[in-house]
């Protein structure tokens, strides 16, 4: 250190915070272990929920009824399919893709 007046250059102020070692490495691991904005948008996906079993379109893939409240889907035959409230029409793929679960799966 290049020390001028008797005060090194590089010198921290007394009573100033300087994480060291442990501390700094914790803080580092916090950082990025904090999930983005972005994956909790992704993990709380919102669905389109439709009216009629035909306006949700889903092609080759099955349709099912979802359950917004309890994010989980039920398939045609099933459990409350077509009965719970608040719910909708949706594909499956859609649905898991979501993170709605099957009904009777834990």
Request: charged share 15%; aromatic share 6%.
């Given at each position: 250190m290049i020390e001028?007046?008797?005060?090194?250059?590089?010198?921290?102020?007394?009573?100033?915070?300087?994480?060291?070692?442990?501390?700094?490495?914790?803080?580092?691991?916090?950082v990025a272990a904090t999930p983005s904005v972005a994956s909790a948008q992704q993990t709380h996906a919102t669905l389109t929920l439709y009216k009629t079993a035909s306006s949700a379109a889903c092609g080759g893939d099955q349709t099912v009824w979802v359950d917004p409240k309890t994010q989980t889907y039920y398939l045609k035959?099933?459990?409350?399919?077509?009965?719970?409230?608040?719910?909708?029409?949706?594909?499956?793929?859609?649905?898991?893709?979501a993170g709605y679960r099957a009904s009777g799966s834990r």
């Open positions: 001028a007046q008797g005060v090194a250059r590089n010198a921290v102020p007394a009573g100033a915070y300087r994480p060291r070692g442990q501390a700094r490495l914790l803080a580092t691991l916090l035959g099933k459990g409350l399919y077509a009965k719970t409230t608040p719910g909708g029409y949706n594909c499956r793929q859609q649905a898991e893709a």
